[in-house]
């Protein structure tokens, strides 16, 4: 049974920082390209970042220069580094993983932006 589970969000000010972490027990996890999404109150869930396999990174543009994605393959595992938040960040942050059509999403965290 594949789990994905996040750590790290919180109630933060805006303007401060948290780091998401998600560990992934995928004995291939090098394999899958990790992405990690959002979703606010009434709002569709929304793709922030991902990074493939073999390392390419992309941010939706309200992010950019703001969030940085990284992964530990050692450690199975996938990070989001959110600095210089704003209230608008505000949602329950998943990660999810994919490789082919093997298809995994965690529980989701709780990201709280206060103004």
């Known amino acids: 049974q594949v789990q994905l589970v996040e750590f790290g969000g919180g109630m933060v000010q805006a303007g401060g920082s948290l780091r998401l972490s998600c560990a992934a027990s995928?004995?291939?996890?090098?394999?899958?390209?990790m992405n990690w999404y959002r979703q606010a109150p009434g709002k569709e869930r929304e793709l922030v970042a991902t990074?493939?396999?073999?390392?390419?990174?992309t941010y939706v543009d309200s992010v950019k220069g703001r969030f940085t994605i990284s992964r530990d393959n050692a450690k199975n595992s996938v990070y989001l580094q959110m600095n210089s938040l704003k209230p608008e960040d505000t949602a329950v942050y998943y990660c999810?993983?994919?490789?082919?059509?093997?298809?995994?999403w965690g529980q989701g965290t709780q990201v709280t932006v206060s103004s």
């Open positions: 990074i493939t396999s073999d390392g390419r990174i």
């Open positions: 999810r993983s994919r490789w082919y059509t093997l298809d995994y």
């Open positions: 995928i004995i291939t996890f090098h394999m899958y390209d």
